[in-house]
């Protein structure tokens, strides 16, 4: 890879106009744009850097939300008070991710844009039932998504924020992992969150994106224990056989997790 340019923005604004008229990538944390650049050498590539934007790392309360800036790293926001106290499970997973070098440079926003399907966000932001805040509109976490490495965003599209809905709304919300023993990236990954309209179960690693599982969640909400699972079908969308077995194992562990 080489660069034919280097910006380095100090707002959103200027950031979207350098976008717009360049045909530019955003750098985040860099941690997997990088390696996705790397696999086709000799491609020329500008790069608008967020790192000067100011306010992109902040976390802060609002009314029922709790806003992530796009720019907060793992490292972050796995010791960050706020987000220890209203989504602990978030906290938890930003902690598991990789190692402490990629912790302390990946941001949830650069994870989010790229949506590998290897990340541990993506089901997180779904079933905490996060939305995805541009510098021009709100996207709900299931209408983010749309395919391995491909999201919602429009050209020039920034991702500010995220916001996941904290208590009264959100009870109480679990998060597993089986990581790759290589890559140590999530090679399944299950969110389970109780709100207070129900549960929801989201599943990462099954196929191009996270995955809803509608009849754990209507068995939860008869029954939210995990022998309440003990019957029903796998989970959607999972071509390979051990990989839904392995889902259906997290998400018992996940609620066993919430119910002891």
């Known amino acids: 890879m080489s660069t034919r340019g280097y910006h380095r923005p100090t707002t959103v604004d200027e950031a979207v106009r350098l976008l717009s008229s360049s045909g530019a990538v955003v750098l985040a944390g860099g941690q997997t744009l990088v390696p996705a650049l790397t696999r086709t050498p000799g491609r020329s590539m500008t790069l608008v850097d967020l790192g000067a934007v100011a306010g992109l790392r902040d976390s802060t309360a609002d009314g029922a939300e709790v806003r992530i800036g796009a720019m907060a790293t793992h490292a972050q926001i796995a010791t960050d008070a706020l987000v220890r106290q209203a989504i602990p499970s978030l ?26 399907p290897a990340g541990d966000y993506p089901a997180a932001c779904v079933g905490l039932g996060a939305t995805v805040i541009t510098d021009r509109r709100r996207i709900p976490a299931e209408e983010f998504f749309t395919g391995a490495f491909s999201t919602a965003l429009a050209d020039s599209e920034v991702v500010v924020s995220l916001a996941f809905p904290k208590r009264p709304g959100l009870l109480r919300a679990a998060y597993v992992r089986l990581p790759d023993r290589a890559a140590r990236s999530a090679l399944v990954g299950v969110t389970v969150a109780q709100t207070e309209s129900g549960f929801r179960v989201a599943i990462s690693g099954l196929a191009s994106g996270p995955t809803r599982w509608p009849d754990a969640e209507a068995a939860l909400g008869k029954r939210p224990q995990p022998d309440g699972l003990r019957d029903i079908a796998c989970p959607p969308g999972a071509a390979d056989p051990y990989r839904a077995h392995v889902a259906r194992t997290l998400t018992l562990r996940a609620v066993r997790s919430l119910t002891t």
């Open 91 to 116: 906290a938890l997973l930003a902690s598991q991710i990789a190692d402490p070098q990629v912790r302390n440079r990946a941001t949830i926003g650069g994870s989010l844009a790229y949506n590998d």
